[in-house]
Each structure stands twice: as structure tokens, then as C-alpha cells.
């Protein structure tokens, strides 16, 4: 995607990767809106950005969307890029009895979310000269953190429901990219300054010249080898990689 000139609408930003990938759109000449339910931190992110605009919403709440969507279309006509990027990432143990709520918080949140949102603005991206929608998933959507199976399954489904998006859309405007962050050093678990997890600044000057380079996937050459892994492995890789978190776990 063209890095500048685009009116850019940003759920999750807050804080964390979505903050960042709004300041560095707001820097490089872009119109950007941040969606979040912390309206105290809208009002900060828009009073350190001048010219930044917020939305306070919930991305896991239907008619909480549907009112956002509204406002973006009336207020922001020339919106031409989504980001799906809200999320949230509850602890589980799949080998136990799993909390049906914070199932339904977490696919509410990560999948249903970016769908409904998306669904919300689709005819108007189409009736962009240009348009991007952009899926913030995870490279657990390709190798799953055990510790986390539910929203290790919603990003999976997250990236499959992006393939198919990308397919029906592709004699259209409309380009989908997703970005698939390794474990980056934010307050989505507990911001620990581990030495494995990916500064945030490097992940956003990587990420920013792999999606001005159209990338459909874009994934720091850090973790390229868990994207392109799978295939007859599969079963060896989850089971090394989830050994050695186990091993050391993450922070929580
Ligand atoms: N950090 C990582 O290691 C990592 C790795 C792979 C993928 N990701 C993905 O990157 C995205 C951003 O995460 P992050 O690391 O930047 O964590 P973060 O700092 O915790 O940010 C999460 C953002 O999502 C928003 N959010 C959560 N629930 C929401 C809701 N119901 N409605 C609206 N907004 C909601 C939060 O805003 P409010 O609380 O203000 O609503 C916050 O701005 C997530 O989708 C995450 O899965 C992160």
C-alpha cells in the first residue's frame, strides 16, 4: 500500500502495535482515526498527535460497531484503510475445562470483530479509488501457543477468513494485507522487556516497509521460518516450540 495520503482507520489503538502503527502513519502524511474502549487514552494519544482522531468504541460489541462504522462514514469520507488490529489475549488450558465467557470474549474480539467491522465498511472501501484492509493476526495463527489455544485458533481463523477476503476482492480496489507479529514487547500479556520478544519500534519500522512493499503477509524475517514451516513438520515444530516456551515461560 501507498504509505501517505490515506484516511486510516485504526482499532486497538490505544496502546501497543496499533499506537505505533497510528503514530507512524500520522508522521509519514496520513488522516488517522484510533478506535478503543479507553477513552482516557484516545484523549492522549489525539492530544500527543495533533490531528489524530478518536473513535471510542468496542470492537466486540455488534451495535457498538455498527455505531463506530456510521460515524467513520459520515466524518471520514475518504476512509480508504482499515486496520483490524483489537485484540486480546487471555491465558487457557486447552488440557482442562475451558471458560466458556472468555472463549466467546476472545472470538467476539479477535475474529468476529475485524469481520463485522469489515462488513460494516466494505461498500464504502469499494467506492475508494484505492482501498486497504489490513488483518492484524499472529504467527501463533500458524504455529499455536499452547498456553493460549483459543486465541491461538481465533488468529488462525483470522488469517484463513484473509485468504478468502483477499480471493473474492481481488478484481476489486480493494487490497487485503495481514500482518502476523512475532511476540513483540507490548501490555497484550505483560510488557517485560524479555529479550525474546521483538522491540516495538524495530517491529513497526519493519512492518512499515513490508506493507509499503505489498506485501499480502507481512512477517518480520525473524520468524519466517514458523510461517513457512508447517507443512509434513507440523506436529515437531508446535511440539519444540511449545517444549521450549514451556520450558522458560513467557512472562504473565
Ligand atoms: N504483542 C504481541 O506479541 C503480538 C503478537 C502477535 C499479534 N499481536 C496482535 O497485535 C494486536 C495488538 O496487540 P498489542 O500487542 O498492541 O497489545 P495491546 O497493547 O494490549 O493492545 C491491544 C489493543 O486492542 C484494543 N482492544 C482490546 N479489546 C478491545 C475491544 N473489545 N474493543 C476495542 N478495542 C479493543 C485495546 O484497546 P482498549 O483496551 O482501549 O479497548 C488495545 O488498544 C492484537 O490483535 C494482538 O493479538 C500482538
Given at each position: 500500500m501507498k504509505l501517505s495520503g490515506n484516511t486510516i482507520f485504526i482499532t486497538?489503538?490505544?496502546?501497543?502495535i496499533g499506537r505505533a502503527l497510528a503514530e507512524a502513519f500520522h508522521q509519514r502524511g496520513n488522516t488517522v482515526i484510533v478506535g478503543g474502549r479507553r477513552k482516557a487514552l484516545l484523549d492522549e494519544v489525539a492530544a500527543a498527535n495533533p490531528g489524530i482522531g478518536a473513535i471510542e468504541f468496542d470492537v466486540a460489541d455488534p451495535a457498538s460497531i455498527e455505531r463506530a462504522a456510521a460515524t467513520l462514514i459520515e466524518q471520514y469520507p475518504a476512509l480508504n484503510v482499515l486496520v483490524n488490529n483489537a485484540g486480546i489475549m487471555p491465558f487457557d488450558d486447552a488440557a482442562g475445562a475451558i471458560d466458556d465467557a472468555v472463549s466467546r470474549r476472545i472470538l467476539d474480539t479477535n475474529l468476529l470483530g475485524p469481520i463485522r467491522l469489515t462488513s460494516a465498511l466494505i461498500e464504502h472501501l469499494k467506492a475508494q479509488p484505492e482501498a486497504t484492509i489490513i488483518h492484524n493476526t499472529s504467527v501463533l495463527a500458524y504455529v499455536p501457543l499452547a498456553a493460549t489455544a483459543v486465541y491461538s485458533a481465533s488468529k488462525a481463523a483470522l488469517h484463513s477468513y484473509a485468504l478468502s477476503q483477499r480471493f473474492l476482492l481481488r478484481e476489486t480496489n480493494v487490497r487485503v494485507q495481514e500482518i502476523a507479529p512475532?511476540?513483540?514487547?507490548?501490555?497484550?500479556v505483560r510488557k517485560s522487556g524479555d529479550p525474546r520478544a521483538m522491540p516495538l519500534d524495530a517491529f513497526i519500522a519493519e512492518t512499515m516497509a513490508k506493507l509499503e512493499g505489498d506485501d499480502e503477509e507481512v512477517i518480520v524475517d525473524a520468524v519466517r521460518p514458523m510461517r513457512d514451516n508447517p507443512g509434513a513438520n507440523e506436529h515437531a515444530l508446535v511440539n519444540d516450540f511449545n517444549a521450549a516456551l514451556a520450558a522458560n515461560p513467557i512472562p504473565v
Open positions: 486497538g489503538g490505544t496502546s501497543g512475532p511476540w513483540v514487547d507490548t501490555d497484550l
